[in-house]
């Protein structure tokens, strides 16, 4: 009998829950297939996650921050994805001094949410950086002419656009200065849990990588079921 994977047993949104055939290995390895499927689909439901952050730095305690981010690349086998997000954010303060998070992604149709957690490192002026800068369309770029700090208080509306051009999209020349304000942050699985949601029951499974584990293969990671 062929086993069941993800995406098989979720295409159709079943009513019954995928049963013994769908492996952990096989809804982990078609898990990050759909993340992948996302990068060529704006409208995939994946391609918009949740980045979850805290701010160790204040004084209170650390805060958990959220934000809806667009998912920029993926690269199952190193366990990376990528998001991006102007230099001077919060958000990179917050993960250059506790560089942790996770992304939390959700299909409403396929009722489906699945969750990655890791460290996170920032690439900003960098050729990593520049890779995924020359990558990005104008329409992209133009966020990062923002003339003023993302987040500052104001006392009426600002789109946060430089002056010119304003009315229409920067050519290459004109979006180069935006490349100082970018930066890629590249978040690296160390734990991944996919839930399914089901009027019969949910079911739930989780994936922990050790990457200071020694021998044999120590990226290979340690799955099992979880109670819902």
Same mark, same amino acid.
């Given at each position: 009998?062929?086993? *069941?994977?993800? +995406?098989? #047993?979720? !295409? =159709? !949104?079943?009513?019954?829950?995928?049963?013994? =055939?769908?492996?952990?290995?096989?809804?982990?390895?078609? *898990?990050?297939?759909? $993340?992948?499927?996302?990068? *060529? =689909? !704006?409208?995939?439901?994946?391609?918009?996650?949740?980045?979850?952050? /805290?701010?160790?730095?204040?004084?209170?305690? @650390?805060?958990?921050?959220?934000?809806? #981010?667009? $998912?920029?690349? #993926?690269?199952?086998?190193?366990?990376?994805?990528?998001?991006?997000?102007?230099?001077?954010?919060?958000? #990179?303060?917050? /993960?250059?001094?506790?560089?942790?998070?996770?992304?939390?992604?959700?299909?409403?149709?396929?009722?489906?949410?699945?969750?990655?957690?890791?460290?996170?490192?920032?690439?900003?002026?960098? %050729?990593?950086?520049?890779?995924?800068?020359?990558?990005?369309?104008?329409?992209?770029?133009?966020?990062?002419?923002?003339?003023?700090?993302?987040?500052?208080? $104001?006392?009426?509306?600002? @789109?946060?656009?430089?002056?010119?051009?304003?009315?229409? /999209? @920067?050519?290459?020349? %004109?979006? %180069?200065?935006?490349?100082?304000?970018?930066?890629?942050?590249?978040?690296?699985? +160390?734990?991944?849990?996919?839930?399914? /949601?089901?009027?019969?029951?949910? %079911?739930?499974?989780?994936?922990?990588?050790?990457?200071?584990?020694?021998?044999?293969?120590?990226?290979? @990671?340690?799955?099992?079921?979880?109670?819902?």
């Amino acid at each position: 009998m062929a086993v *069941a994977t993800l +995406r098989d #047993v979720t !295409r =159709d !949104r079943p009513a019954s829950p995928p049963g013994p =055939d769908a492996t952990l290995a096989g809804i982990l390895s078609a *898990a990050w297939r759909s $993340l992948e499927d996302a990068l *060529a =689909d !704006r409208h995939a439901e994946w391609r918009w996650p949740v980045l979850a952050s /805290l701010d160790a730095r204040d004084p209170a305690g @650390p805060l958990p921050h959220a934000r809806v #981010v667009v $998912l920029r690349a #993926v690269d199952a086998a190193r366990r990376t994805l990528e998001v991006h997000s102007d230099v001077r954010a919060a958000k #990179v303060a917050q /993960l250059r001094a506790l560089p942790q998070a996770c992304l939390v992604f959700l299909d409403r149709r396929r009722e489906i949410q699945l969750r990655v957690l890791g460290p996170v490192a920032v690439y900003a002026g960098c %050729e990593r950086a520049r890779r995924a800068w020359a990558a990005l369309p104008a329409s992209s770029r133009r966020g990062y002419l923002a003339p003023r700090v993302p987040g500052e208080a $104001l006392g009426t509306p600002d @789109p946060n656009l430089p002056a010119a051009p304003r009315d229409r /999209l @920067p050519d290459e020349r %004109e979006s %180069e200065p935006g490349f100082a304000n970018f930066a890629v942050l590249a978040l690296r699985a +160390r734990r991944l849990e996919w839930l399914r /949601l089901d009027r019969h029951g949910h %079911e739930r499974m989780r994936a922990d990588w050790d990457d200071t584990a020694e021998g044999d293969d120590p990226g290979a @990671p340690r799955l099992c079921w979880v109670r819902p």
